[in-house]
């Protein structure tokens, strides 16, 4: 019956989208302890453990009641009760036994005279309401109501093991928990407690030895009252607001200790020595905090029980010696990641590391442990010798190793996969392996990821890597081979219909010839594939799919039909720099409902865009630039209404500006957001996981490939003059409309002026008339400005100075007029090659003063003299001057050519004689007839 009641009362209070515990029915043939989710002792029948997890079945829940509170009278039936877990329900407090309350008044009379302490009302609302006046009138007695509130609970005397994970909890519920005199096991991660954790939060906790509060919003100090809980063997603090120092002399205490989870918190100064008392300690987990100093390799060093040991991302300096881990034999784990700041380098990645440097070369030392993790990327690693460690000649368990960004050299390991056959992931990249590449296939069966990308390989892919992909085609999801020296024709690979590889990069290679035909057919689950800045030609495979994204730009591919091309599930697509030709027919944009990227810049594109164009309702990135496309912009690009970067220019496009262009939004992308839900498979080679049995359940997961995907997409643009590339979070930052280039006529529409949010505009080299719109002051956000050789003419708006975040700015080569904007604001770093071309505009920072004309006449003559002036003044000795010095450089040109060359010399002179015959022959002419006529 007590379960009935429990299921009754969760059914009304939970937004169920599944039968909810069906197999607890009210029927006298039906065994209770054989109900789903519960558990009963052998013997007595008594219930010992509810599992009640999850049971709207969602990943998470928050429920939509806001009011969902369990109501403590519900877990009385249960006193054997060991076991209890009612993880990822929402749950947002108890609720006590009801009590009529007419009114607030009578609510302080009462609690002040009899000492009431149950809930009041039976919604939470009235709970929060009356608390909340209570408070107003005195602090003192909501925090004694709270006390009493928790004492009021059941006793609970045998729960063991209580899981709260992934609810709406606040730190009250602490006080009644702590009360429960045989608690061994608590799970408060993931819920809402905040503020700093005082005594009176845990001391009460005495027989607790599994303790997890991560993921919630602690703040302060470590409470040194942790050192108290002496059966503590587990506690994890991870991914709250914490700082300060860490306190090891109470940590210390905890002589049990075994796990240790203090990560992505604000911990900060050295990491403290006496950390070397937990001599049980297993696992130790410090990353993601601000530690400093050097790393003591003395604290390392007296740990021998470790197991598992990550301090990634902090702010030690110094040397570490991997001697420290001399006499860890059970050692599995050890993440060490530098911090790594990357910087676009052409295609090479430059990391600045941090000053903290690992040293493993140390012939004093042989490795007693069998490691199945090594994480060491960016550590300067041998930094003296730039060898791969050769410790792992002797390791043979891994599962994952990586050592990128560390600029090491030497050959490929081939021993590494050789020796460690159950290896799932190698990353290499970043660093400066060379020579042939070989891969051992027979000892790849468990390989999932492998990355040697940023690395000297060089010469042709051995054929075994083709005849040996059956190995390892249902294991291999990732393989990336970018920025190496391949060169040659890809291997002949055969795939089979198994073949679950998700992301193919082999780009910034000299690989050359057709698009192989294993590419495309049985890669059903290839999602991401990158084969951009490599040699290859001819046609586009019309079967040649990936489900998120495609890189096929600057090739010599010169075959393409957008028909066959799977536009309708592809949300990225980049063909830049090819030879395709052709137009772009209607047919293949009704199908393109997913499609976020297209660019097709740099090809021989030509016709005209078709209107289908505008069907593509997600896109947000349109590169149409350096093609043949030619008449009308189509209106139908308005319907574009989450455009962000438009880019047309460089091509033959004539005709009006469209009015509807301000309809589009061109606000910030968010590549991460454009990527759709995964479904069951890309989930599945997600991360690579390592289990590790740990008393905290933790599992090793190291990379999440949806953001290498979101990392991936990125675009040149043409802005402020020069082309920048937009990567990951700039390109989210970016915005910007480039009609440059084209053939473009009549007016400026005003209504671009509405477009607030974009920060590029560019409408340069066009036939534009007209005058700038006085709208354009309205381009809050706008940073660069070109209008540019056209033929615009009027003023140029004064109210453009309130632009204030323009850095760009360019109207040259028109024919405006009057006076250039006041130099004030983002308009007084303009120089003079902004407005230059304009001969009728005058005024800082142009030379020519604007005084004249602004001045009035101070007589009628002078002002008819002016009128009747010209627009310029001619100095007679100047213009002499630079008439004779250009006839002297013209005859002194001629004579140097005829000099030069004999039969232009020849032809000339042949040239003058004749002139002078006819010359003279006209002449003797001309007086042979004048003397007859006299003579007569």
Not at 4 to 31: F, G, I
């Amino acid at each position: 019956m007590g379960l009935l009641e429990l299921k009754a009362y969760l059914k009304s209070n939970t937004n169920y989208t599944e039968p909810l515990l069906p197999s607890w029915v009210y029927d006298l043939k039906s065994e209770c302890c054989n109900w789903e989710r519960v558990k009963c002792n052998d013997t007595t029948g008594y219930v010992i453990k509810l599992w009640l997890s999850n049971i709207n079945h969602e990943t998470y829940i928050y429920a939509d009641n806001e009011n969902w509170f369990l109501k403590e009278s519900l877990l009385q039936p249960f006193k054997e009760l060991r076991i209890l877990d009612l993880s990822r329900n929402g749950i947002r407090g108890w609720q006590g036994n009801k009590v009529e309350v007419p009114a607030l008044p009578v609510v302080v009379v009462l609690w002040d005279l009899y000492g009431v302490h149950q809930t009041f009302g039976v919604k939470a609302g009235y709970r929060g309401f009356y608390s909340s006046k209570l408070a107003e009138l005195n602090p003192k007695l909501v925090h004694s109501w709270h006390n009493k509130e928790w004492n009021s609970l059941p006793k609970l005397n045998k729960l063991k093991h209580i899981d709260l994970s992934w609810n709406l909890l606040q730190k009250d519920i602490l006080r009644f928990l702590g009360a429960l005199p045989d608690l061994k096991y608590l799970d408060l991660s993931y819920n809402e407690m905040q503020g700093p954790l005082s005594s009176k939060d845990m001391t009460n906790f005495r027989s607790l030895e599994i303790l997890d509060m991560s993921g919630n919003m602690f703040t302060g100090i470590l409470s040194p009252y942790i050192g108290t809980l002496s059966s503590l063997k587990a506690v994890s603090l991870s991914q709250n607001k914490l700082h300060g120092n860490l306190h090891a002399k109470d940590l210390g205490m905890l002589k049990k200790l075994e796990e240790l989870d203090l990560s992505d918190n604000h911990f900060e100064w050295i990491l403290p020595p006496c950390l070397s008392r937990l001599t049980s300690l297993r696992l130790l987990d410090l990353s993601e905090n601000q530690f400093s100093g050097n790393l003591s390799s003395s604290v390392i060093a007296n740990l021998t029980t470790l197991e598992y040991i990550d301090l990634s991302y902090n702010r030690f300096g110094g040397l570490l010696s991997f001697s420290s881990f001399a006499n860890h034999s059970k050692l599995k784990v050890i993440r060490f990641k530098g911090e790594n700041y990357q910087i676009e380098d052409g295609n090479k990645i430059v990391s600045e590391n941090n000053t903290f440097e690992i040293e493993t070369e140390n012939p004093s030392w042989e490795p007693s442990f069998q490691l199945k993790v090594l994480v060491l990327p960016n550590c300067d690693l041998n930094k003296l010798s730039s060898n791969i460690p050769k410790f792992l000649f002797y390791q043979q368990e891994l599962e994952l190793v990586d050592i990128s960004h560390n600029r090491l050299k030497g050959s490929f390991p081939v021993w590494l996969i050789e020796n460690n056959t159950r290896l799932q992931l190698l990353n290499l990249r970043d660093n400066y392996f060379g020579g042939q590449f070989h891969l051992p296939i027979a000892h790849c069966n468990n390989l999932s990821w492998l990355d040697f990308s940023y690395n000297n390989f060089n010469g042709q892919l051995q054929e075994t890597i083709g005849k040996g992909f059956r190995f390892f085609n249902n294991s291999l999801r990732i393989l990336e081979l970018k920025n190496n020296q391949f060169i040659g024709t890809l291997p002949a690979m055969v795939p089979t219909a198994g073949s679950h590889l998700g992301l193919l990069d082999i780009s910034n290679n000299g690989f050359s010839g057709l698009i192989p035909r294993w590419l495309v057919g049985n890669l059903q689950y290839l999602w991401s594939l990158d084969m951009s800045n490599n040699f290859f030609e001819g046609p586009i495979p019309c079967e040649m799919h990936a489900y998120i994204f495609k890189d096929l730009s600057h090739n010599l591919l010169s075959g393409w039909s957008p028909s066959c091309v799977d536009l309708y599930i592809i949300r990225h697509l980049f063909l830049q720099g090819n030879k395709l030709t052709g137009s772009l027919p209607k047919l293949s944009f009704n199908f393109s409902f997913h499609l976020v990227t297209l660019d097709i810049r740099d090809n021989k594109f030509s016709g005209r865009i078709p209107n289908e164009v505008g069907v593509l309702s997600n896109l947000r990135i349109l590169l149409l630039s350096g093609n043949n496309f030619s008449g009308m912009i189509p209106d139908k690009l308005c319907w574009l209404k989450n455009i962000a970067i438009m880019d047309l220019s460089r091509n033959n496009f004539s005709g009006t500006i469209p009015h509807c262009f301000h309809d589009l939004k061109f606000e910030k992308i968010d590549a991460f957001d454009a990527l759709p839900e995964p479904n069951s498979t890309f989930l599945e080679f997600r991360d690579i996981i390592v289990p590790y049995q740990s008393i905290l359940k933790r599992n090793f997961e190291n990379f999440e490939v949806e953001r290498e995907v979101a990392a991936q997409i990125g675009i040149e643009f043409v802005t402020k003059y020069r082309s920048y590339f937009y990567k990951g979070g700039i390109l989210d930052l970016m915005s910007g409309l480039d009609l440059s280039v084209n053939k473009l006529t009549g007016g400026i529409p005003p209504e671009l002026g509405q477009l607030s949010p974009i920060l590029a505009l560019n409408l340069s080299y066009n036939q534009l008339t007209g005058s700038i719109p006085n709208t354009f002051s309205k381009l809050t956000s706008l940073e660069s400005l070109d209008l540019s050789h056209n033929n615009l003419s009027g003023e140029i708006p004064s109210t453009l100075i309130d632009l204030h975040f323009l850095e760009v700015f360019s109207v040259a080569y028109n024919n405006l007029s009057s006076k250039v904007p006041d130099m004030k604001e983002q308009f007084g770093t303009f120089q003079n090659s902004s407005y230059e071309g304009n001969p009728f505009l005058c005024g800082p920072p142009l030379e020519k003063s604007c005084a004249r004309v602004d001045k009035s006449p101070p007589s009628p003559i002078k002002s008819s003299n002016a009128s009747h002036g010209k627009w310029y003044d001619v100095d007679p000795l100047v213009f002499s001057t630079t008439f004779i010095v250009s006839y002297i450089i013209f005859f002194i040109g001629v004579a140097c050519i005829l000099y030069i060359n004999p039969y232009w010399q020849q032809r000339c002179f042949n040239l003058i004689e004749n002139r002078m015959y006819w010359c003279y022959n006209f002449a003797f002419y001309m007086l042979e007839r004048l003397s007859n006529c006299i003579c007569h």
